[in-house]
């Protein structure tokens, strides 16, 4: 299974999912390749944002090897899944989709609903306390992940 994360510049929210949820995987012993990317080019070759950077670290996890890319149309036929960030991202995700590729799109907070948001909210403009929260939401939506795909039976 391969699995697609997008944001919109690709250097807080799917860097931060990419990493995440790659945790929660080896943790559940599910085999899932992984990537993230952002449906604007605002950011290509360069690193996540250093606050996603030390959240990730402080939570054991290495984000700061990647690198932003913008979303291609033959990521539609490469991956299973997309799972993006918010609406307007998902929204530039469904007008880029050549119509004919075989991944699943869908917004990642639907893994979480208990949390009652449709969106993972941007952190860019704000603090500490928002990439904590962001990297709370996704730790709730990657355990779910695993479950749903442990339950299909792609296990190691």
Request: net charge negative; glycine share 12%.
């Amino acid at each position: 299974m391969k699995i697609l994360f997008v944001c919109m510049g690709n250097i807080c929210r799917s860097p931060t999912a990419k990493g995440v949820f790659d945790a929660a995987f080896t943790r559940g012993g599910v085999e899932v390749e992984t990537d993230s990317a952002g449906t604007h080019g605002y950011h290509v070759g360069g690193k996540p944002d250093r606050r996603a950077i030390a959240m990730a670290a402080r939570r054991g996890i290495d984000i700061g090897g990647d690198r932003a890319r913008k979303v291609q149309p033959e990521d539609f036929d490469s991956f299973d899944q997309i799972l993006v960030m918010d609406r307007s991202n998902l929204a530039e995700i469904e007008r880029m989709n050549p119509g004919q590729g075989r991944a699943r799109v869908r917004l990642v907070m639907d893994l979480a609903p208990d949390y009652g948001l449709e969106e993972v909210p941007d952190p860019y403009y704000g603090g500490d306390e928002g990439f904590r929260r962001v990297f709370d939401m996704l730790e709730t939506a990657a355990e779910r992940l695993v479950a749903e795909i442990a339950g299909a039976g792609t296990r190691r």
